[in-house]
């Protein structure tokens, strides 16, 4: 007498397999987008918190101009406009075309590529303001 699985048994196993799959794929990718926007949501404040920073020490050495733009040579956030090249950010984050990531063009206008679709920021009086048409509900 032979033991082994019935081809009941096999066919139950892949249907449990199969639920089981349809419900956890659509779930981690929800868990990454969720991490995308997460970290998105940490690098805004990262920025703001670095141009606040920024113009406090300005103020203390004397210096009353405002901040021109963030970028320097390198990706979307790497130093201030200032002679001494202070970084903006711990690391530079280098601009990239897909979904969760920063570019710009000239230092002052931002666009992060969002999971649901795209936002504008802008440098303007020290500050790193929304510019998107209704808001940037998915950063802010």
């Known amino acids: 007498m032979k033991k082994a699985f019935t081809m009941m048994e096999l066919v139950f ?3 449990i397999i199969g639920i089981l799959s ?3 794929i659509p779930k981690l990718a929800a868990t990454r987008d ?3 926007i997460t970290k998105a949501r940490t690098t805004l404040s990262a920025v703001r918190n670095s141009i606040a ?3 406090q020490k300005r103020i203390l050495r004397g210096v009353h101009t405002d901040i021109a733009k963030l970028n320097g040579n390198g990706g979307a956030f790497s130093t201030f406009d200032d002679a001494n090249g202070h970084q903006v950010l711990e ?3 280098k601009s990239c075309q ?3 990531c920063w570019t710009t063009s000239d230092g002052v206008t931002y666009t992060y590529k969002g999971v649901n679709g795209d936002c504008t920021f802008k440098l303007e009086n ?3 303001v929304d510019k998107t048409n209704g808001g940037c509900s998915e950063l802010e």
Request: proline share 0%; hydrophobic share 50%.
């Open 13 to 15: 196993v892949i249907v």
């Open 22 to 24: 349809a419900i956890a």
């Open 34 to 36: 969720d991490a995308i």
């Open 53 to 55: 920073s920024e113009r």
């Open 91 to 93: 690391y530079d984050l």
């Open 98 to 100: 897909k979904k969760g």
């Open 126 to 128: 020290n500050r790193f």
